[in-house]
């Protein structure tokens, strides 16, 4: 499952703990496991070698913009009120907050698509179910924000439904870099006629890119601070399972349970370490933007899916 040496302990060991289904110190031994090497996203390979060796990124949050494209036909009528929200400086799911205790709402009468940066200029659109389309009688404007933050409603709609989640078509991205180097060049500051080149290197690498698409890895930021999201996963599986009690049968309900939350952080950051080791490989043999024969794509049009065959 990885190419490099220093990471076989993290696929062995707890394979092996969990065909035994058990762990111990012996098999398990997170000492022995570089998190900082194996969460640094920077070393992965990549299919083509990048004209810029490294610039200042997110420098401000404006140099980094989001605009969630989420086309729709609104109904015009409908409880459910579609705000189209321009943020700064704010993560979606406060942000949900505030609207739920601005229309003195349930917060799970909120709806948005996606997750939005904190530290970025963002668009996005949020719903807010309102019985009886009954407003409230002052206008949203949150003062339980910080001096960097801001909230700006741009448009609003009625609809008859709610916002669910992954709706959203695409975003709509904007980076600014700064500080930019130069893969071949090795001063700071290049001469005219080489800032011409570098800037037809680069346009070459965006067209390739817009042909044949990038790997698309998980980045740092899913891991969290040094890895640590990674650390609290390894902890979690080496955690003994708890003796198994019969229990009485619940009665079976109709209604529909949210999913358990529990432990969702350090789950998600493990399948994403699983994952970026498994496409490193398909990059370093270069079968990365190929089918191979039995793997499953989800196509475009929603719940169809295709089987690659030999």
Same mark, same amino acid.
């Given at each position: 499952?990885?190419?490099?040496?220093?990471?076989?302990?993290?696929?062995?060991?707890?394979?092996?703990?969990?065909?035994?289904?058990?762990?111990?110190?012996?098999?398990?031994?997170?000492?022995?496991?570089?998190?900082?090497?194996?969460?640094?996203?920077?070393?992965?390979?990549?299919?083509?070698?990048?004209?810029?060796?490294?610039?200042?990124?997110?420098?401000?949050?404006?140099?980094?913009?989001?605009?969630?494209?989420?086309?729709?036909?609104?109904?015009?009528?409908?409880?459910?009120?579609?705000?189209?929200?321009?943020?700064?400086?704010?993560?979606?799911?406060?942000?949900?907050?505030?609207?739920?205790?601005?229309?003195?709402?349930?917060?799970?009468?909120?709806?948005?698509?996606?997750?939005?940066?904190?530290?970025?200029?963002?668009?996005?659109?949020?719903?807010?179910?309102?019985?009886?389309?009954?407003?409230?009688?002052?206008?949203?404007?949150?003062?339980?924000?910080?001096?960097?933050?801001?909230?700006?409603?741009?448009?609003?709609?009625?609809?008859?439904?709610?916002?669910?989640?992954?709706?959203?078509?695409?975003?709509? +991205?904007?980076?600014?870099?700064?500080? $930019?180097?130069? =893969?071949?060049?090795?001063? /700071?500051? %290049?001469? #005219?006629? !080489?800032?011409?080149?570098?800037?037809?290197?680069?346009?070459?690498?965006?067209?390739?890119?817009?042909?044949?698409?990038?790997?698309?890895?998980?980045?740092?930021?899913? +891991?969290?601070?040094?890895?640590?999201? $990674?650390?609290? =996963?390894?902890?979690?599986? /080496?955690? %003994?399972? #708890?003796? !198994?009690?019969?229990?009485?049968?619940?009665?079976?309900?109709?209604?529909?349970?949210?999913?358990?939350?529990?432990?969702?952080?350090?789950?998600?950051?493990?399948?994403?370490?699983?994952?970026?080791?498994?496409?490193?490989?398909?990059?370093?043999?270069?079968?990365?933007?190929?089918?191979?024969?039995?793997?499953?794509?989800?196509?475009?049009?929603?719940?169809?899916?295709?089987?690659?065959?030999?």
């Amino acid at each position: 499952m990885t190419s490099r040496d220093d990471m076989t302990d993290i696929n062995a060991s707890p394979q092996s703990a969990l065909e035994n289904n058990q762990f111990d110190n012996e098999q398990f031994d997170m000492a022995s496991i570089d998190i900082t090497t194996a969460t640094d996203t920077a070393q992965l390979p990549q299919p083509l070698q990048p004209p810029v060796q490294q610039a200042t990124y997110k420098a401000h949050a404006t140099d980094f913009i989001v605009n969630e494209l989420l086309p729709l036909e609104f109904t015009g009528e409908g409880e459910h009120l579609w705000l189209h929200i321009q943020k700064l400086g704010m993560n979606t799911a406060y942000l949900a907050k505030l609207l739920s205790e601005w229309a003195e709402i349930p917060l799970r009468d909120v709806g948005y698509s996606g997750l939005k940066d904190r530290h970025a200029l963002t668009t996005q659109w949020f719903s807010l179910r309102i019985p009886k389309k009954q407003l409230p009688a002052a206008e949203f404007a949150p003062v339980d924000i910080g001096a960097d933050e801001s909230v700006t409603i741009i448009d609003q709609k009625w609809h008859n439904k709610k916002l669910n989640r992954g709706t959203h078509r695409a975003n709509q +991205f904007i980076i600014t870099l700064r500080d $930019i180097q130069f =893969a071949d060049f090795d001063t /700071a500051l %290049p001469a #005219p006629e !080489q800032l011409l080149s570098a800037k037809q290197d680069v346009e070459q690498h965006l067209a390739s890119i817009a042909i044949n698409g990038v790997p698309n890895y998980f980045g740092p930021q899913r +891991f969290g601070r040094n890895g640590n999201n $990674i650390r609290e =996963a390894l902890s979690l599986f /080496a955690r %003994p399972r #708890p003796p !198994q009690q019969s229990r009485p049968q619940p009665k079976k309900s109709k209604r529909k349970h949210a999913p358990r939350k529990q432990n969702t952080m350090e789950l998600s950051a493990a399948r994403s370490l699983i994952f970026n080791e498994i496409l490193a490989l398909r990059v370093r043999d270069g079968s990365w933007n190929t089918g191979l024969a039995g793997e499953v794509f989800n196509l475009e049009v929603q719940g169809q899916y295709l089987l690659a065959k030999p």
